[in-house]
């Protein structure tokens, strides 16, 4: 009976490692996907810029927001200097299974919905959701193995040392590149899934 008992153990575990391994196979696939799909919209991108969009995808907002005031001054300033003559998605899909997506402003305003509702959505996903160094490391790999395969055009050895350099620093946040700044203007909102306002669903 032991026996028995034992071996269905085994074979449960079994299942459950393999199970695991599959998503996060799955998952890694479709971090590449995302990776050379952005990478397509913005040919410009720099490093800097790549390292940006996993660690989005992996940490969320980067940090908690103890001010909201402050967020929503933010977001006025923001709103106040953009040119909509750009055009964009209203949201793009940044992590696996959407758990992060960038609500961008320019369509988000232009469609009138509530700045009020995105702020909120923002600051619950800056002190909720928890991001993962570890997942953060995975999506570096990928990036290095689209460069070892010829999929992204960077140089292997310049990727990384910067991530080396971030992972120095414990994997801080960082700005856009100067270069991206200029060309795409970027202007969005950094949102958890499962906190996007029920209206955008």
Known sequence: MKIIFYQIFVVLFLCAFVNSNAQESDDIFAMKEILQKEIRKHPEMEIQDVYKFIHQAAMGS???VKDTMAVRKWMENEIAGLD????ENLIDTISPGGK???IN?????KAL???EKLSNAFIKTANEFRGSTIILEKYIQAVLDLIED???N???EEAKNFFNEMKIKKYPAVH???KYEEKYSPAYRVIAGEFIPSFLK
Do not use: C, N, W
């Open 176 to 178: 856009h590149s100067k």
């Open 150 to 152: 010829g999929r992204i």
């Open 105 to 109: 402003l320019r369509p988000y305003l």
């Open 84 to 87: 909509f003559k750009k055009i």
């Open 113 to 115: 919905y509530d700045t």
């Open 100 to 102: 992060i997506v960038r």
């Open 62 to 64: 980067e940090h908690a």
């Open 154 to 156: 960077f140089q292997k």
